[in-house]
């Protein structure tokens, strides 16, 4: 049973820092993608960057230069390193892994329960 687990979230203030962490058991997906996604209340689920095994990372535009993913296959762990944040990053961000290479959202069926991330103005 795949199990994905987060953590690192927490409240920041606009301009400051977080790392999130996903810790993956079961998931011997070593050569899947993985990825970071984040949803605001009263908004769809975002992608905010994959990752795949080879280490190409694609962000979506809002976040590039501010946030870096990377993995440690050999710990099955999965990072999101977050600078600069904005109120507008506030979200539960999810991590999620693929039984895919490739990144394509319906690859992703397995998700992490969440960790919350606020930023105050």
């Known amino acids: 049973q795949v199990q994905l687990v987060e953590s690192g979230g927490g409240s920041v203030q606009s301009g400051g820092s977080l790392t999130l962490s996903c810790a993956a058991s079961?998931?011997?997906?070593?050569?899947?993608?993985m990825g970071w996604f984040r949803q605001a209340p009263g908004k769809e689920r975002e992608g905010v960057v994959t990752?795949?095994?080879?280490?190409?990372?694609t962000y979506r535009d809002s976040v590039k230069g501010r946030f870096i993913i990377s993995r440690d296959n050999g710990k099955n762990t999965l990072y999101l390193q977050m600078s600069s944040l904005r109120p507008e990053d506030t979200a539960m961000y999810y991590c999620?892994?693929?039984?895919?290479?490739?990144?394509?959202?319906?690859?992703?069926?397995?998700w992490g329960q969440g960790t919350q991330v606020t930023v105050s103005s």
């Open positions: 079961g998931y011997t997906g070593s050569r899947g993608c």
């Open positions: 999620a892994a693929s039984v895919a290479t490739t990144c394509q959202r319906p690859g992703f069926i397995y």
């Open positions: 990752i795949r095994s080879d280490g190409t990372a």
